[in-house]
């Protein structure tokens, strides 16, 4: 079973560079890999499918509805770092 957290959302873009904001990529790659897992016949869920803001505490419990808190979960956290700094991890499910 696949969970995917498209990064971000909402009043917190992410970081941005070359026209490119990251909330609204991650939101596009996660909503495609969402689209390929159902078509595989993957067991997935996303837990943002729209620019909204999700506060961390929310993200995680968001995560752990889905599906439980469950050995058998894959968590795909999306995040497009513009490199150097620090990761956006929010989650350790
Ligand atoms: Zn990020």
Request: net charge negative; hydrophobic share 35%.
């Amino acid at each position: 079973m696949i969970v995917i957290d498209a990064g971000h959302g909402g009043s917190d873009p992410g970081t941005s560079g070359n026209g490119i904001v990251e909330k609204d990529l991650a939101l596009n790659i996660a909503q495609y890999l969402y689209r390929r897992f159902n078509e595989l016949g993957v067991p997935v869920k996303i837990i943002r499918n729209s620019d909204e803001t999700i506060t961390p505490d929310e993200r995680v419990k968001r995560i752990l509805d889905a599906y439980g808190n469950n050995p058998d979960v894959v968590v795909l956290s999306n995040h497009l770092n513009a490199g150097g700094g620090d990761g956006h991890c929010v989650t350790n499910v």
